[in-house]
C-alpha cells in the first residue's frame, strides 16, 4: 500500500449492484441482484479502510477475516482472497446473499459510522460465485483421525459442522430427512434469492472434503440419537435440526383452506418444484389476493414467490411497525419495488370462510404501539373499533416456528420448557458426546448464526474426541492453568486415542 | 421390491428397507416419492418384516402419482426416496380386549395394530370391511393372530352384510367388556366407528392421513383439530382419540387440492392414452 487510506480517499459512494427490474422480475424466479461485476468488486474493495480495530470480524458470527479478504481482493489476488473466507466460512457465495450484513459485519464498520458501510456481503458473494465458475474449492491437507462423527440435519448448522469436523480428519456423516440436502437454503430461500445452482456448488466442496450425506433419513424415528452412539459406533453427534415447527395464528378460521404456513408455501415452491406444476406433481394453492402476515425474512420470501407465482395482490400484515420489521432492509425494499402493499401495525383477529371451506377475506385490526416488552421492542396495542376486511382468498402465515418435537419425543436428551434442546454454553447436551447448535438450540434466526453454532459446537467436539485442535487452545473460562499446563499453550491434549486403525 | 395385486385399484409393495423394518412400530406411516418430479406421498405401514427387512404398503389408485406407481413399481424396481417410519407409534397399552376396526384400505395398517394388541397379551376382534367379496384380502392374516374376525361387505357377498359399523356393533353385543377400539379407514368410516362407540365409552383411536409435504412437523400442511386444540398428524400423531376429532375439518381439509389432482389425473390419463400404455392389473408377482 502506497498511502495509508482515510475517510476522506476512499470513494465516498458504497458502489451500486446492478438488478433485475422490478416489473421484469415478478414474472420470473431468476436471481434479482446480479452480484459485482470485477470492476465494480474492486472499486467497492477500495472502500474499505484497513482499520486496525477490525469490527467487521468480531461482528461475523463466523468470524470471517473481512479486512485480509478485501485486501488480496483489491490486490487482485482473488483466489487468496476465497481461502481467507473459506478457512472459517465454506459457503461464501450462499452467505453473500442471504446474511443479514446490515446487523453484523456491515453494521458495525469503521467507514459506515460517516458514510455507508462497506459493501462485505456483495464483495463475498463477487468471491464466492468467481470461485463457483472457476471451480476453486479450498481443500486443506487433513490428516486422518479414527473418528465417525454423526451431524442430524443438512442445513446451515449441520454443514459448517461437518465441515470443520471433516477438516479435523473425522469420518462425516450427514442425515437429511428430505430426499435432498441444504436445509433452510433448499426448502425456505427462493431461487432469486439463492439459486439452487449455487447451493449445489458449495456443498460440492463439503463431499470434496469426505463428507457422506444420507438423505431420507428421519433420525429419532429410523434410529435414535442413542442408537448412534451405543450402535451405529458415531464417536459424537451433533443436532442441528432446525426449529421447524410453524406456529399458526391461532384465530378463527385459521384451519380454513386457504391458511398455510410460510414453510409449507415455500417447500412446495422450492424444493418440491410447485411453480414447475403441472411438470412436477406438487401443486400450489390457487391465490389471487394474499395476505401474508409477518415481517421477517421469511414473509418477504412468501409475498415475492406469490407475486411471481401470478397473484394480482399481495399484503404483509404486520402488527408492528417497518422499524421493528425483523427482515432484512434489502428484502422489504425489494418487497416493496415488487409491488407488496404493507399493512403495517395491522393484526389480524379472524380469517372469514368464503362459505366453501376456502378463505374469503381477513379481518384485521388497527395497531398502535405502547411501552416496550421484553424483546425491547415497543408493544403493540389494538385500536378499539378499528376492525377492517381486506378482500384475500389466501394467507400464509410467518409468524415464527416452535421446536421440532421429534429429537424430543424419542431421545432422553434434556428440553427447556419450550421444546428446544437445553445445552451449555459450548453446546454440549444433558448426553456425553453429543451437541446441538442452530435454531433447535435458540429458535429461529439467520443461517449464519446457525452456521456460527455448528463450527462452534466443532471446536467443542474435536476436544471431546481429543483432536489436536491447532485453530482454537482449549480454553476454561476463569481457569488460566490445568495442572500446571497453560491451556492456551497449542500443544494441550486430553487424551489421544492410538491411531492404529487408521 | 415384491409386488401383489389385490384389485384394479388395489395393490400392496414390499420395499426392502432393513433399517427402517427394524425400526418401524404399529401405526406408524412413511413418505415416498416415486420418482424425481414426484410427489411426496404418506403412505401408513401396512406390515414389516425384520428378519427379512421388508416394510409393506398397500397403495390404493386414486390420483396421479398413486396410479403411476401402480404402473412403474413392479418387482426389482426401486422408489426414487421413502423415509420413514414417521409419526408417534400407536400406544399398545395395558387394554385387556380389544376391537380393531378397518375400512377398505385401513384393513391393512390395522393389522400389525391388531398383532401388537395380541403379543401384548389383549384379546383381539378383528373387524374388517369391504365393498364386496372380490376386494376381501388378510383375512387369513387376521384369522393367525386375532381371536375373532369379523368380515363386512356392503353387499353380503362375503361375512354379513353392512359396513364395518354393523360388525363392530355385534362385537360390542357379544363382548360387554370392550376396553379400546383402533379404526382405521376412510375419514366417513373413522367417523361411524367412533359414533358407534361413544354411546359405550370405550376408548376410540383413530389414524388420520391428511394432505403431507415433509412429515416431520415442519409444512403444518397436516394440521387437524383435536378437541379445542390444533395437532399436526405427522409429529403428534397419525393416531388421536377418534370421539375428540373434528372429521368435517379433516374432510374439507383433504379436499384442499381436489381442482389440481382432478386436473393432473386427467393429463395424466390423456398423457397415457396418447402413449397407448394400457395399466397392467391383476397380475400377482409373489
Not at chain 1, 407465482?309 to 422499524?323: F, I, K, M, N, T
Not at chain 2, 418384516?49 to 398413486?66: C, F, H, N, P
Not at chain 2, 390419463?269 to 397380475?283: D, H, L, N, W
Request: net charge negative.
Amino acid at each position: 500500500m502506497a498511502r495509508k487510506k482515510t475517510i476522506r480517499t476512499i470513494p465516498q459512494e458504497r458502489t451500486p449492484v446492478a438488478e433485475q427490474d422490478p416489473g421484469e422480475r415478478v414474472k420470473n424466479f431468476a436471481e434479482v441482484s446480479h452480484g459485482y461485476s470485477t470492476e465494480e468488486a474492486l472499486l467497492e474493495s477500495e472502500r474499505c479502510l484497513m482499520c486496525p480495530e477490525q469490527p467487521c470480524v468480531a461482528g461475523c458470527p463466523v468470524s470471517v477475516n473481512i479486512p485480509d479478504f478485501i485486501q488480496r481482493l483489491s490486490d487482485k489476488d482473488y483466489r487468496g482472497a476465497y481461502d481467507v473466507i473459506t478457512a472459517t466460512n465454506l459457503l461464501p457465495a450462499v452467505c453473500g446473499r442471504v446474511c443479514p450484513q446490515e446487523t453484523q459485519c456491515e453494521g458495525v464498520c469503521t467507514v459506515g459510522d460517516t458514510l455507508e458501510p462497506v459493501a462485505v456481503g456483495r464483495l463475498e458473494r463477487f468471491i464466492g460465485d468467481m470461485a463457483i465458475t472457476a471451480g476453486w474449492a479450498s481443500i486443506p491437507y487433513i490428516e486422518p483421525s479414527p473418528f465417525r462423527v454423526g451431524i442430524v440435519g443438512a442445513g446451515p448448522a449441520g454443514m459448517a459442522c461437518a465441515a470443520d469436523m471433516a477438516k479435523a480428519g473425522c469420518e462425516v456423516t450427514v442425515f437429511e430427512a428430505f430426499h435432498e440436502s441444504g436445509g433452510v437454503l433448499r426448502y425456505g430461500i427462493p431461487d432469486f434469492r439463492l439459486p439452487n445452482e449455487v447451493i449445489d456448488a458449495e456443498m460440492g466442496n463439503l463431499e470434496k472434503l469426505g463428507v457422506n450425506f444420507e438423505c431420507n433419513t428421519l433420525v429419532g424415528r429410523l434410529f435414535t440419537i442413542e442408537q448412534m452412539i451405543d450402535e451405529l459406533g458415531f464417536d459424537t453427534v451433533f443436532i442441528g435440526t432446525g426449529a421447524g415447527y410453524p406456529s399458526m395464528l391461532g384465530v378463527p378460521g385459521d384451519s380454513l383452506n386457504g391458511v398455510l404456513s410460510a414453510n409449507e408455501l415455500l417447500t412446495r415452491c422450492n424444493l418440491m418444484h410447485a411453480k414447475e406444476f403441472p411438470d412436477y406433481d406438487t401443486p400450489m394453492p390457487p391465490a389471487k389476493r394474499v395476505a401474508v402476515v409477518g415481517a421477517g425474512n421469511t414473509a418477504m420470501d412468501a409475498m415475492r414467490v406469490c407475486l411471481r407465482l401470478g397473484a394480482d395482490e399481495v399484503y404483509c400484515v404486520y402488527r408492528r411497525s417497518r422499524a421493528e420489521a425483523p427482515a432484512r432492509a434489502e428484502e422489504v425494499h425489494h418487497a416493496e419495488q415488487e409491488g407488496v402493499r404493507f399493512k403495517w401495525l395491522t393484526n389480524p383477529v379472524e380469517v372469514l370462510d368464503d362459505g366453501e371451506g376456502g378463505v374469503g377475506g381477513i379481518r384485521c385490526v388497527q395497531m398502535e404501539l405502547g411501552e416496550p416488552d421484553d424483546s425491547g421492542r415497543r408493544r403493540p396495542i389494538p385500536v378499539a373499533g378499528s376492525e377492517h376486511d381486506i378482500d384475500i382468498d389466501l394467507v400464509v402465515v410467518a409468524i415464527g416456528t416452535n421446536a421440532n418435537p421429534i429429537i424430543g419425543q424419542t431421545s432422553r436428551l434434556a428440553l427447556n420448557k419450550w421444546g428446544y434442546i437445553e445445552t451449555d454454553e459450548q453446546l454440549a447436551t444433558s448426553m456425553p458426546g453429543v451437541f446441538a447448535g442452530g435454531d433447535i438450540v435458540t429458535g429461529a434466526a439467520t443461517v449464519i448464526e446457525a452456521m456460527g453454532a455448528g463450527r462452534k459446537a466443532a471446536r467443542r467436539m474435536k476436544h471431546y474426541l481429543g483432536i489436536h485442535d491447532v485453530d482454537t487452545p482449549y480454553f476454561v473460562e476463569g481457569a488460566e492453568t490445568l495442572f500446571g499446563i497453560d491451556l492456551r499453550e497449542r500443544n494441550f491434549v486430553r487424551v489421544r486415542v492410538p491411531e492404529s486403525s487408521v | 421390491m415384491a409386488r401383489e395385486d389385490f384389485s384394479d385399484a388395489t395393490y400392496l409393495l414390499e420395499v426392502h428397507h432393513p433399517m427402517m423394518a427394524k425400526a418401524a412400530r404399529p401405526g406408524q406411516f412413511v413418505i415416498v416419492m416415486s420418482h424425481e418430479h414426484g410427489e411426496r406421498i404418506p403412505l401408513t405401514i401396512a406390515d414389516y418384516d425384520r428378519e427379512d427387512g421388508t416394510i409393506t404398503l398397500v397403495i390404493q389408485a386414486v390420483g396421479k402419482s398413486t396410479r403411476e406407481m401402480q404402473q412403474s413399481c413392479t418387482v426389482g424396481t426401486s422408489l426414487y426416496g421413502m423415509v420413514g417410519p414417521m409419526g408417534m407409534p400407536s400406544p399398545l397399552g395395558q387394554a385387556s380386549k380389544v376391537l380393531c376396526v378397518g375400512g377398505g384400505l385401513g384393513v391393512a395398517p390395522i393389522y400389525p395394530q391388531a398383532r401388537g394388541f395380541k403379543e401384548n397379551g389383549a384379546y383381539v376382534i378383528a373387524v374388517i370391511g369391504f365393498r364386496t367379496n372380490s376386494l376381501v384380502f388378510w383375512q387369513e392374516k387376521f384369522e393367525s393372530c386375532c381371536d375373532e374376525v369379523i368380515v363386512c361387505t356392503d353387499d353380503g357377498s362375503a361375512g354379513i352384510e353392512g359396513r364395518v359399523t354393523e360388525g363392530m356393533k355385534l362385537a360390542i353385543s357379544r363382548h360387554a367388556d370392550i376396553d379400546e377400539c383402533v379404526a382405521i379407514g376412510p375419514p366417513v368410516m373413522m367417523r361411524g366407528a367412533a359414533e358407534v362407540t361413544r354411546p359405550y365409552g370405550i376408548k376410540t383411536m383413530v389414524s388420520l392421513n391428511p394432505v403431507m409435504i415433509d412429515g416431520t412437523g415442519m409444512c403444518g400442511g397436516c394440521r387437524v383439530k383435536v378437541g379445542d386444540q390444533v395437532k399436526f398428524a405427522c409429529v403428534d400423531g397419525p393416531d388421536f382419540d377418534g370421539h375428540q376429532v373434528d372429521f368435517d375439518d379433516l374432510m374439507a381439509r383433504l379436499g384442499r387440492f381436489s381442482v389440481e389432482e382432478k386436473a393432473a389425473m386427467k393429463r395424466w390419463s390423456e398423457s397415457c392414452r396418447m402413449a397407448q400404455q394400457v395399466p397392467e392389473t391383476g397380475k400377482p408377482t409373489e
